[in-house]
């Protein structure tokens, strides 16, 4: 069972920045794509960017120039750095891994931009 563990979010100024890890319980990231995604109060879950078992990367247009997702395979986890951050950015944020069949999320850990 793969287990994913989110750490990272908080409460931050606007114009400010995270960076968001996610380690996970075995080493999957051989094969695995891994994502970010978040979910605002009111809104569907929606990718935040992607990372593949090969490093080829995808953002959502909201973040591109703002957000960059990046590994490190031999510590299992992901990361989202996030900069120039807004209040449309406040949302609970959640590390996916995807691989065939097999679909596995975090328990989210929430972001909230507010001055």
């Known amino acids: 069972q793969v287990q994913l563990v989110e750490s990272g979010g908080g409460l931050v100024q606007p114009g400010g920045s995270l960076r968001l890890s996610c380690v996970a319980s075995v080493n999957i990231f051989g094969r695995y794509t891994m994502g970010w995604y978040r979910q605002a109060p009111g809104k569907q879950r929606e990718l935040v960017a992607a990372i593949t078992s090969v490093g080829s990367t995808n953002y959502a247009d909201s973040v591109k120039g703002r957000f960059t997702i990046s590994r490190d395979n031999a510590k299992n986890t992901v990361y989202l750095q996030m900069m120039d951050l807004n209040a449309e950015d406040t949302a609970v944020y959640y590390c996916?891994?995807?691989?065939?069949?097999?679909?596995?999320w975090g328990q989210g850990t929430q972001v909230t931009v507010s001055s």
């Open positions: 996916n891994a995807k691989w065939a069949s097999y679909n596995h």
